[in-house]
DNA sequence: CGGCATCCTTACAGATACTG
DNA sequence: CAGTATCTGTAAGGATGCCG
């Protein structure tokens, strides 16, 4: 009961599922990247969420040292484990907009 | 991708999960017993967020003829979906909490 | 009992500009 | 490139009181 707020916890907002999303699809991905493939995120929220993310454990950021400088975020085997529970919220979600959108 | 941004659409803020929890394990639930089963939550919130879900289908409100009146909340077959998805959450939640606090 | 209306405070988040 | 800083509007959410 506390657990699965636990889990709310760390994916709430909009930003956290596309973010994870997008460095899960690449493997590792940049800082500029990431803010194209999110659409409509800035980079003040790219910036926030992404430290949340790497509190949590779920993501490396690796500082690249070329000049400029580059960062590199990768996902931690801990943040691979979310990959069951985007699939299963994936699935949940097209059941329900069928259900709902699609009457 | 714009599925699993759906679900969270569905589930997003503190209280969804716990009221939908709530309501999973007693079978049915009143206004005001679920008013005790999820901690810190107001009126003003439990009524907004039993009205969301009602929308969403998830769960139906029904009225009973009694004086005063009183008020039922259970699930629908599609509110009962969710519940693989509570119990994924809630597994992750554990893994997490080992994880982050556990150290 | 099961809410709704109102007021009020805070947190979230966008836009923009700036820095190492 | 990869962020920070600031400023600001919106909306989430708590407290309280009222009503059928």
Redesign the interface.
């Known amino acids: 009961?506390?657990?699965?707020?636990?889990?709310?916890d760390?994916?709430?907002g909009?930003w956290k599922?596309?973010i994870i999303?997008s460095i899960c699809y690449y493997n590792k991905r940049r800082f500029s990247d990431i803010l194209h493939d999110v659409e409509g995120i800035s980079n003040r929220m790219l910036s926030k969420e992404l430290k949340e993310l790497e509190i949590?454990?779920l993501i490396v950021r690796t500082i690249q040292d070329t000049q400029p400088i580059t960062v590199e975020y990768t996902l931690t085997d801990?943040g691979k484990?979310?990959q069951?529970?985007?699939n299963?919220?994936?699935?949940?979600?097209?059941?329900?907009?069928k259900?709902?959108v699609g009457r």
Chains 1, 2 share one sequence.
């Open positions: 009961m506390r657990a699965v707020q636990d889990s709310m760390v994916l709430n909009k599922i596309p999303s949590n454990q801990h484990t979310l069951t529970i985007i299963n919220l994936t699935d949940w979600g097209i059941q329900h907009r259900k709902i």
